[in-house]
């Protein structure tokens, strides 16, 4: 979790893996710590209790910074434009961007949840860096078409499309089932 708005999705995406059989390694950013605060209540200790791990950010000794550690994929939830950039360009400065480096260099599953709104020229292109390097980029966008109708019910629509995009589908996420569905529940 970096320090980009939207501690939220880390929150939910991290209450919905603690459900499944998942092994959930977390870095937390410093910035990520302050955001998660700022917007939900909530504390570190509070993402560190639903993951089977927590790693400092400066820890480079950690498994995840090697090739060797084998890891299904990493989501990173909410990135910022900092740290998506710095993955774009190879920059490895802490265990974060070296454990998506790595996700890269394996060719593990990397999922970015970029939180920024206008996208300029130069984010759009390291989009596309990451996406030719084989990350899969994408933005918390939440569908409306099953009528939500709670914060939590928007943020769950875009953390369950990440969950599909990591294999570890939420069976309890609502699938659009076609309009008479979406009819019947409003």
Same mark, same amino acid.
């Given at each position: 979790?970096?320090?980009?708005?939207?501690?939220?999705?880390?929150?939910?995406?991290?209450?919905?893996?603690?459900?499944?059989?998942?092994?959930?390694?977390?870095?937390?950013?410093?910035?990520?710590?302050?955001?998660?605060?700022?917007?939900?209540?909530?504390?570190?200790?509070?993402?560190?209790?639903?993951?089977?791990?927590?790693?400092? /950010?400066?820890?480079?000794?950690?498994?995840?910074?090697?090739?060797?550690?084998?890891?299904?994929?990493? /989501?990173?939830?909410?990135?910022?434009?900092?740290?998506?950039?710095? /993955?774009?360009?190879?920059?490895?400065?802490? =265990?974060?961007?070296?454990?998506?480096?790595?996700?890269?260099?394996?060719?593990?599953? =990397? /999922?970015?949840?970029?939180?920024?709104?206008?996208?300029?020229?130069?984010? =759009?292109?390291?989009?596309?860096?990451?996406?030719?390097?084989?990350?899969?980029?994408?933005?918390?966008?939440?569908?409306?078409?099953?009528?939500?109708?709670?914060?939590?019910?928007?943020?769950?629509?875009?953390?369950?499309?990440?969950?599909?995009?990591?294999?570890?589908?939420?069976?309890?996420?609502?699938?659009?089932?076609?309009?008479?569905?979406?009819?019947?529940?409003?």
């Amino acid at each position: 979790m970096t320090g980009a708005s939207g501690g939220i999705y880390a929150l939910r995406l991290l209450q919905k893996l603690h459900r499944s059989a998942a092994e959930i390694h977390l870095i937390l950013s410093r910035s990520g710590e302050k955001t998660l605060f700022l917007e939900t209540g909530k504390r570190a200790a509070d993402l560190k209790s639903l993951a089977n791990y927590a790693w400092p /950010i400066d820890d480079i000794s950690a498994p995840l910074a090697s090739g060797s550690f084998t890891t299904d994929g990493m /989501i990173i939830t909410p990135c910022s434009i900092h740290t998506m950039s710095a /993955i774009a360009c190879g920059i490895t400065a802490n =265990l974060l961007t070296r454990a998506a480096d790595v996700a890269l260099k394996e060719r593990r599953r =990397l /999922i970015l949840m970029v939180r920024e709104s206008p996208f300029h020229l130069g984010h =759009l292109r390291a989009m596309t860096a990451l996406t030719e390097m084989g990350a899969i980029v994408a933005p918390p966008v939440p569908g409306f078409y099953n009528n939500p109708e709670t914060i939590e019910e928007l943020v769950d629509s875009s953390v369950d499309r990440v969950l599909d995009l990591i294999g570890l589908p939420d069976e309890q996420a609502r699938r659009w089932n076609g309009p008479a569905a979406a009819r019947e529940k409003s």
